[in-house]
């Protein structure tokens, strides 16, 4: 079957722009995690869902980063006022159901300028 | 914050040859997980190894864990220029679901 897709495979914005980023999990995984990743780092933790819930936020930065996954598949990052700091690869992940192997997409570079 | 640290940082060896990398974590943990990464993108799951297993084998690959002293090893036997790539080690531990990965080793394989 179809693994995790994330949509765009990269993003160009200007400081201060708002972005939003958009993850498919693998069809019946119920858990799904967004992670970042800066240049020569391992991917940090963002945000957990199970189901359409954020089970775990503790890894955004700051107000400025929201994520949803209001029918518990689709999920969309947001990300607001964005900073150059902001600048990484942004990676999707799925699991069955939580605390078992996470498959993950192929992420979006996000780039501001 | 990164839970541990892989080394080495940075790996070179010949096709044929075996590649061993190492992963220290710093607290207690349900299950740890090795990933390939390529070109900086999506990260491939190798192998997932639980807390109360010490070693399992996915074709040329071989992990062990040990719990005491809070570290893994990931081993590469008959390694070929495909295999170059990143490697990461990421746990998951107590009651949170998220990983937490290390730094990674940048593993190259001349042909």
């Known amino acids: 079957g179809a693994g995790v897709s994330q949509t765009p495979s990269n993003k160009v914005t200007e400081k201060g722009k708002y972005v939003e980023l958009r993850c498919d999990p693998i069809?019946?995984?119920?858990?799904l995690y967004w992670y970042r990743q800066s240049l020569g780092q391992g991917p940090e933790f963002l945000i957990y869902?199970?189901?359409?819930?954020?089970?775990?936020d503790s890894g955004l930065p700051n107000d400025r980063f929201f994520a949803v996954r209001p029918e518990g598949s689709v999920s969309t990052l947001k990300i607001q006022r964005t900073e150059r700091g902001d600048s990484a690869v942004y990676l999707c992940?799925?699991?069955?159901?939580?605390?078992?192997?996470?498959?993950f997409g192929p992420g979006t570079r996000l780039t501001v300028l | 914050s990164q839970q541990g640290e892989e080394d080495p940082q940075a790996l070179s060896i010949q096709e044929g040859e075996n590649a061993t990398m190492n992963c220290s974590y710093k607290?207690?943990?349900?299950?740890l997980q090795w990933y390939r990464q390529n070109s900086g993108r999506g990260l491939v799951h190798l192998i997932l190894?639980?807390?109360?297993?010490r070693e399992k084998h996915s074709g040329r690959l071989r992990v062990t864990l040990d719990t005491s002293k809070k570290s893994s090893s990931l081993l590469i036997t008959a390694s070929r220029a495909a295999d170059t790539a990143s490697y990461f080690c990421?746990?998951?531990?107590?009651?949170?679901?998220?990983?937490?990965f290390g730094t990674g080793t940048r593993l190259q394989v001349f042909p």
């Open positions: 992940a799925s699991s069955m159901t939580g605390r078992d192997t996470q498959y």
């Open positions: 069809s019946g995984h119920t858990a």
């Open positions: 869902f199970q189901g359409t819930g954020a089970a775990d």
């Open positions: 607290t207690s943990i349900n299950n």
């Open positions: 190894i639980r807390s109360n297993e």
């Open positions: 990421a746990t998951d531990r107590g009651n949170t679901d998220k990983l937490i």
